[in-house]
């Protein structure tokens, strides 16, 4: 089992930056896939970003390509998202959450699949 923590929230610019992290609790973090996902007020829960467990894999979410990047730090149990150019439609609550059944290159984008997730971190886009 593994406990997330996500951090690096707050209330950023239009065409700002913030950088997201999820620290892992446990020694078998690197056996996880690992994703990103965000919930807006009203809206249902939708995927941003994953990364495999090898980290040579990863997949992001339309609305986020090329200006999200998610990677990975085994040695420090954590998962980053580094999100640029941010906008207004970016503003919600971001999830980390584990995959335990991943294979070594392969990432999922389907809610389901993943086992474990952290308690979400707030980030608002506003001038």
């Known amino acids: 089992q593994v406990a997330l923590r996500e951090s690096g929230g707050g209330l950023v610019q239009p065409g700002g930056s913030l950088r997201l992290s999820c620290a892992a609790s446990?020694?078998?973090?690197?056996?996880?896939?690992m994703a990103w996902f965000r919930q807006a007020p009203g809206k249902e829960r939708e995927f941003v970003a994953a990364?495999?467990?090898?980290?040579?894999?990863?997949a992001y979410a339309d609305s986020v390509k090329g200006r999200f990047t998610v990677s990975r730090d085994d040695a420090k149990n954590t998962v980053y998202l580094q999100m640029n150019s941010l906008k207004p439609e970016d503003t919600a609550v971001y999830y980390c959450?584990?995959?335990?059944?991943?294979?070594?290159?392969?990432?999922?984008?389907?809610?389901?699949?993943?086992?474990?997730w952290g308690q979400g971190t707030q980030v608002t886009v506003s001038s």
């Open positions: 446990g020694r078998t973090f690197s056996s996880y896939g």
């Open positions: 990364i495999s467990r090898s980290g040579g894999t990863t």
């Open positions: 959450a584990a995959d335990r059944s991943a294979y070594t290159n392969y990432v999922t984008r389907a809610i389901v699949a993943y086992d474990y």
